[in-house]
């Protein structure tokens, strides 16, 4: 099996080169990634619980899913790829924003991406895939808010550095 590549990027988000994506995460290396949000009519958003088997963040809640994006895939692209093989469903997504973060992790790995924040609205029950996901669940943005500030643990570290930046943004634009 081929060992998935990320997209090492600049700050600008121009391609720089590949890499192995434990090589990069264990060298702290910028790279592209996504983060989807997807909210129901109700105005909640769905979470997931990380799997059990996860190389980092096992069983932690976060958004609804996240990745990286593959060489000559567009971020919407990627992000419906990849909602479909952890959630089990596609719904159109639009782009919102981009940012740079970094996240080091108890086990040496760091998270260190320019990440594109796509947000898509669903309203049925996910069809989720075990191998990725443990549970998700629907919760509205102040319960969200609420729940990170009372157990920060259960929570992915990019999800509450990503979170405050989408719940800002969603309160702006509504």
């Known amino acids: 099996m081929i060992e998935e ?15 192995a994506k434990i090589e990069a995460h ?25 799997a059990a088997e996860k190389y980092h ?23 419906k790829r990849r909602l479909q093989e952890e959630m089990g469903f596609v719904t159109e997504l639009t782009e919102l924003f981009s940012f740079i973060y970094k996240a080091p992790f108890n086990n040496g790995l760091t998270e260190h991406e320019l990440d594109h924040v796509m947000l898509g609205r669903f309203n049925d029950a996910p069809k989720i895939n075990r191998e990725e996901v443990q549970d998700w669940k629907w919760m509205s943005l102040d319960s969200i808010k609420k729940d990170i500030a009372i157990n920060p643990d259960s929570y992915t570290e990019w999800f509450k550095i990503i979170f405050e930046r989408f719940h800002n943004y969603i309160l702006k634009n509504k």
């Open 26 to 50: 264990e060298k702290a290396l910028l790279h592209r990634a996504f983060s989807v949000f997807i909210i129901n009519d109700k105005g909640e958003t769905m979470l997931q619980q990380r």
């Open 57 to 79: 963040s096992p069983l932690l809640w976060t958004n609804t899913c996240c990745s990286h994006q593959r060489e000559g895939e567009s971020n919407i692209e990627a992000g």
């Open 5 to 19: 590549q990320v997209i090492l990027v600049n700050e600008k988000d121009e391609q720089i080169g590949t890499m």
